[in-house]
């Protein structure tokens, strides 16, 4: 992965979600995702969510400007630093009453992150999990 140089954390991509009742803004060059949950009742372009967006967009541009500064610090030939899945590890355990288990799937698509994603973390020991006896994760 080739990392741009820039002061300007506006110059990476910011990407945009709403699952279910959370909003997520991510940058994914950087493994940056922040999230809150979205005003109830309100439409995607009334002033309470456009507020939560806005907050939200500069949470993970602070978190830019401190990924940027760590990995300018950082030798040439060192590994980029692996970010855990903070929200992840919150979220999975507290937020979900009405399920016992998730399905990779289900589990993905409401923490807006890939399949991928969730299943390495999982295998890095970041995410609790058990597997079916057909070997499907749940989480």
């Known amino acids: ?59 993970a541009a602070r978190k830019v400007l401190e990924r940027t500064r760590l990995i300018a610090e950082l030798p040439r030939n060192a590994p980029h630093p692996v970010r855990g899945p903070s929200l992840i590890r919150n979220s999975i355990t507290t937020s979900i009453d009405a399920k016992e288990e998730l399905s990779t799937r289900e589990a993905a698509a409401y923490l807006g992150v890939s399949q991928a994603s969730l299943k390495r973390w999982e295998l890095k020991g970041l995410v609790p999990a058990s597997k079916s006896a057909g070997g499907h994760r749940k989480f």
């Open 1 to 59: 992965m080739s990392m741009k140089r820039s002061h300007n954390p506006f110059h990476y991509p910011f990407v945009i979600k709403q699952v279910q009742e959370f909003i997520t803004v991510s940058v994914p060059d950087l493994g940056i995702t922040v999230a809150d949950t979205a005003p109830p009742g309100c439409l995607p372009a009334s002033g309470p969510y456009v507020t939560v967006i806005n907050a939200l967009m500069l949470k």
